[in-house]
């Protein structure tokens, strides 16, 4: 059995002062259910919260509940955000995702969830939400629009699908990153997420495809350098060949014989061993 619900993850768009997603911000539920186990059986049990790209312009379904089932495999409860997308801004997305965590770590004891072994993964534009909110989870008007308190908000681990990192228009993918901005010109430093990396960061996994000519590798390489420098633990994997939004990289996600890559496709593996042998 699982507990699959939507919940309503929106917060107040017009405090803020940005418009609202064009459909509801929803938290997709992939509960395992513990309930007629044994007491002394349990064992608490993984998180990810899986954030989908699309350039904030929409959310991919094949980067969304394909990616919860595996990690409901390995035996972790998953949650999908569905976040704001343009004409929506930021920080509607990023606050949507704080509030999202708090979520997790709320239900966690009557529900199995290990507090200390919260992860979020992200995808492209679903990548740069994510190491946003590694970056930016303390900034005040996060913590006042997703109404959390400072460390609420702040998952164990960040797991990086050829992550949207950089505003630099030499390496961005620009339609992700003006979609952010969302025409706020005071915004745009923030969206080059590697220039606030600090030793607060959460510690990451991260993957990319040398090959991917819409989001450059550069990107995750940067981010990579800037955890380095601040001395953030991370695992790093780039793969020679593959287009981007490979997703599970198998005909299970591909849209196309392109996007089955067998090389890449045990990210999702080395994934798991990296939250199983996780250390704070």
Not at 46 to 62: D, H, K, L, N
Not at 118 to 139: E, K, Y
Request: hydrophobic residues 40%.
């Amino acid at each position: 059995m699982m507990i699959n619900k939507k919940i309503d993850i929106s917060v107040d768009y017009a405090a803020m002062g940005v418009q609202p997603s064009p459909r509801q911000t929803t938290l997709t539920t992939y509960i395992l259910d513990d309930r007629n186990i044994q007491i002394s059986m349990k064992k608490k049990r993984p998180v990810v919260i899986v954030c989908p790209g699309g350039a904030y312009a929409f959310t991919s379904e094949r980067e969304a509940e394909p990616i919860a089932l595996k990690y409901n495999a390995a035996g972790f409860h998953a949650f999908v955000l569905d976040y704001s997308v343009a004409p929506s801004s930021y920080p509607a997305a990023l606050c949507e995702l704080s509030k999202a965590v708090k979520y997790v770590k709320d239900i966690a004891e009557e529900n199995n969830i290990d507090r200390d072994r919260i992860f979020v993964v992200g995808f492209s534009a679903g990548g740069h939400l994510v190491a946003s909110l590694g970056v930016h989870h303390s900034r005040p008007e996060v913590l006042k629009f997703a109404d959390v308190t400072e460390g609420e908000n702040i998952p164990a681990g960040l797991i990086l699908g050829y992550p949207v990192i950089t505003g630099d228009e030499t390496k961005a993918h620009m339609g992700s990153i003006d979609n952010f901005v969302g025409g706020k010109e005071e915004v745009r430093p923030l969206s080059y997420l590697e220039n606030y990396v600090t030793d607060k960061t959460p510690q990451c996994f991260i993957w990319h495809t040398f090959s991917d000519n819409a989001v450059p590798v550069a990107n995750s390489l940067r981010f990579a350098d800037a955890l380095e420098a601040s001395g953030v633990k991370f695992e790093l994997h780039i793969y020679p060949n593959g287009e981007h939004g490979l997703s599970l990289a198998d005909e299970t996600t591909a849209t196309n014989e392109e996007g089955c890559v067998s090389a890449a496709q045990n990210w999702i593996d080395m994934s798991i061993r990296w939250i199983n042998e996780f250390e704070q």
